[in-house]
C-alpha cells in the first residue's frame, strides 16, 4: 500500500474502529473514483482503497498499522513475546500435533476453539493497551507477536490446510 490506511480511507487512527464506519468511508472513496463520477481514476489509487479497507476490516492487520502510525516497534525487527509465552505455546503445539498426526477431529475441534478463545483475549487486550495513554508500544508489539502465533495455529488447524502453500508474511 502506498499509504497509511487510515489516512487513504479518511479515518481516525484508532483500534476500536467500527466495521461499518470503515465500509462507509471506503464506499465514499470508492464512489469518488468511479469513472463515472471522476473520469479516468488511477488504478493505483482504487487498488490503495481496496488494500486500507482489507487492512483495516482485519483488527490484526488494523493493530499493526495503528501501531506503525504511532512508530511503534515493527514486527520484522522486534519478535520479543510476553513473558513465559513460548514455553506455553510450545507445549500447545506439542499437543496439537499429536492430535493432527492421530486424525484426532475432537482434538482438532478443542484447539481450534482454544485458540478462538485465544484470539479474543489478544483483541481485547491489544485494545485495552491502544487505549492506555499513552499507549505501551513495546507491550502491544509483544502482545502483536504472541496474537500472530495464534493465527498461524489456527491456520494449521484449518482441515483444508496444506502446508506447501503456507503463508508467512
Known amino acids: 500500500?502506498?499509504?497509511?490506511?487510515?489516512?487513504?480511507?479518511?479515518?481516525?487512527?484508532?483500534?476500536?474502529?467500527?466495521?461499518?464506519?470503515?465500509?462507509r468511508a471506503y464506499l465514499r472513496k470508492a464512489a469518488a473514483l468511479h469513472p463515472d463520477a471522476a473520469g479516468e481514476a488511477s488504478s493505483e489509487q482504487a487498488a490503495d482503497l481496496n488494500r486500507a479497507r482489507a487492512a483495516l476490516a482485519d483488527s490484526e492487520r488494523r493493530?499493526?498499522?495503528?501501531?506503525?502510525?504511532?512508530?511503534?516497534?515493527e514486527k520484522e525487527r522486534d519478535k520479543s513475546?510476553?513473558?513465559?509465552?513460548?514455553?506455553e505455546i510450545m507445549e500447545v503445539r506439542e499437543q496439537?500435533?499429536?492430535?493432527?498426526?492421530e486424525a484426532d477431529e475432537p482434538g482438532?475441534?478443542?484447539w481450534r476453539a482454544w485458540a478462538l478463545d485465544?484470539?479474543?483475549?489478544?483483541?481485547?487486550?491489544?485494545?485495552e493497551l491502544f487505549r492506555a495513554?499513552?499507549?505501551?508500544?513495546?507491550?502491544?508489539?509483544?502482545?502483536l507477536n504472541a496474537w500472530r502465533y495464534v493465527e498461524r495455529l489456527l491456520e494449521q488447524l484449518?482441515?483444508?490446510?496444506?502446508?506447501?502453500?503456507?503463508?508467512f508474511e
Open 108 to 110: 482438532r475441534a478443542h
Open 118 to 127: 485465544q484470539r479474543s483475549e489478544y483483541e481485547r487486550r491489544i485494545s
Open 158 to 167: 484449518d482441515p483444508e490446510y496444506d502446508p506447501a502453500k503456507r503463508d
Open 81 to 87: 513475546l510476553p513473558t513465559g509465552f513460548l514455553m
Open 63 to 73: 493493530a499493526e498499522a495503528l501501531l506503525r502510525r504511532l512508530g511503534g516497534p
Open 96 to 101: 496439537v500435533e499429536a492430535a493432527l498426526a
Open 133 to 143: 495513554g499513552p499507549p505501551p508500544l513495546t507491550e502491544i508489539r509483544k502482545t
Open 1 to 23: 500500500m502506498t499509504g497509511d490506511p487510515f489516512a487513504v480511507l479518511g479515518l481516525s487512527p484508532g483500534f476500536d474502529l467500527d466495521r461499518q464506519a470503515i465500509e
